[in-house]
């Protein structure tokens, strides 16, 4: 098959990544071994390919970037997840991080509201063999209602607050990852719901684009990573 001929030519690469990770204090085996099985090259513009599995953040265009590999790593230990859950990620961008979400969650719904990125997106994940991800499009804000509630709730942009709508869908003794933005910083927080309440914690100040959509900013105004 090409696509895992392409893919295990760039093996290495991915071990070696894989191994930057471990150095980086990841220690879920599981997202490791995610990050060694996806073909991260397939995600990100041709021209940056020889790039791919550097420990670097990359443009994917429209003013995103693919995030760097120990971020989303880190992103993804905050989840937790078993490998049973349904998770609903709020910015598909590349598509990379919903194919990493594949190798460690049962269902994985994606939601991104510019339309040329998620087919972009939904094209990489069928040639890498991703294609069990659900690509949407629109304003995810709103989160998706049809597959709710989710037991893990990803947004890879910042909002100026979190969006009641993905609190609604997410399960009792779900966890929600969402930066933040608090006096003109971002602060990635991590909320899991308890019946009624929902326990916050601060995992640190990171950078993001700005979550744009009804419960988000009204516009794009400032850049920064993705994770997707």
Request: proline share 5%; with cysteine.
């Amino acid at each position: 098959m090409e696509v895992g001929r392409i893919a295990d030519s760039y093996g290495g690469y991915r071990s070696r990544l894989v191994e930057v990770l471990r150095a980086n204090g990841i220690e879920d085996l599981a997202i490791l071994r995610a990050f060694g099985e996806v073909p991260r090259h397939l995600f990100v513009p041709e021209a940056l390919r020889r790039r791919a599995y550097e420990d670097v953040s990359l443009p994917i265009g429209h003013g995103q970037t693919i995030s760097q590999p120990t971020t989303q790593a880190k992103y993804l230990e905050s989840l937790r997840l078993s490998g049973t859950e349904r998770v609903l990620e709020v910015g598909t961008g590349s598509g990379y991080q919903a194919a990493l979400l594949t190798k460690v969650a049962a269902q994985v719904v994606t939601i991104e509201r510019i339309a040329s990125l998620a087919g972009s997106a939904r094209n990489a994940l069928a040639e890498a063999g991703f294609s069990t991800a659900t690509v949407l499009e629109g304003d995810g804000s709103l989160g998706w209602r049809p597959f709710a509630p989710y037991d893990a709730i990803l947004v890879a942009a910042a909002s100026p607050d979190v969006p009641e709508p993905l609190l609604r869908q997410l399960k009792d003794g779900g966890r929600l990852v969402i930066p933040v933005e608090v006096r003109g910083t971002q602060i990635l927080r991590l909320l899991v719901r308890d019946g009624s309440k929902y326990v916050t914690s601060e995992m640190g100040e990171v950078q993001f684009v700005p979550l744009v959509g009804k419960y988000g900013y009204q516009e794009s105004v400032k850049r920064g990573d993705t994770l997707c």
